[in-house]
């Protein structure tokens, strides 16, 4: 079943990653190490974190979905940061030189390390993957970085539930499946405030920090 996705045109992230939560499914105890190492891997390559996280709570379900889920997430961040601090810094620092979230991110965060990479995780709007590797070329300490990844949690848990009501993992990738309104809801308010949150405070600390450079 996991070749199933190769044999398409092309390869589909998607698919490929629901035949090997199917894989992990049939594992037994071992599936948990090897969804975290999955989840590790996808975080590293830019592969939808998103499918994995839904998928974790019709495998594990809720509860220990969501620990698997965070464990991997994290453990695939934290890689994905020091990739671009030590090895991929010059690629990374193209990559994200016209985004002007992250100029504002890389202004802020050398004074507010922790609070930025935590409101950063509880909003939407910054993309998980990429955020990793541009915070390796920001001046967050790496105990920070981590520290802050607790603000992924919510929107974890909530994903993950939506993940668990599917039932099954082909119901899972259909596009009529049910999604509960209320958690559905939720994580879009939950988004939403973190969203503005992070804008006005790293815009703020980021203009402070200018202020003080000028007059310097």
């Known amino acids: 079943m996991i070749t199933k996705g190769f044999l398409n045109s092309g390869f589909n992230p998607q698919i ?3 035949n ?28 939808p974190g998103s499918v994995l996280t839904l998928g974790a709570g019709v495998v594990f ?17 934290i890689a994905a940061f020091l990739v671009g601090r030590y090895f991929a810094r010059e690629w990374v620092s193209q990559a994200i030189a016209e985004n002007q979230k992250f100029k504002a991110i ?9 609070k930025i990479v935590l409101l950063t995780r509880l909003s939407p709007i910054f993309p998980f993957n ?14 920070d970085y981590i520290v802050g990844s607790v603000g992924m949690l919510p929107g974890t848990l909530m994903y993950v539930y939506i993940g668990s009501l599917a039932g099954n993992l082909a119901t899972l990738g259909a596009e009529d499946q049910t999604v509960n309104p ?27 920090a200018l202020n003080e450079a000028v007059i310097k």
């Open 20 to 47: 090997a939560l199917e894989w992990i499914d049939s594992l037994g105890f071992l599936g948990a190490i090897a969804f975290m190492m999955l989840y590790i891997i996808a975080t590293v390559a830019f592969l």
């Open 182 to 208: 209320i958690a559905q809801w939720s994580i879009r308010i939950l988004g939403f405030i973190a969203t503005v949150t992070v804008t006005i405070y790293i815009t703020k600390v980021a203009k402070q």
């Open 16 to 18: 490929w990653l629901l």
């Open 61 to 77: 379900g809720v509860a220990l979905g969501s620990i698997y889920v965070f464990i991997g997430a994290t453990l695939g961040a």
């Open 106 to 114: 890389d202004e802020a965060v050398g004074r507010e390390g922790l």
């Open 130 to 143: 990429l955020l990793n590797y541009a915070y390796g070329v920001t001046g967050v300490s790496l105990k």
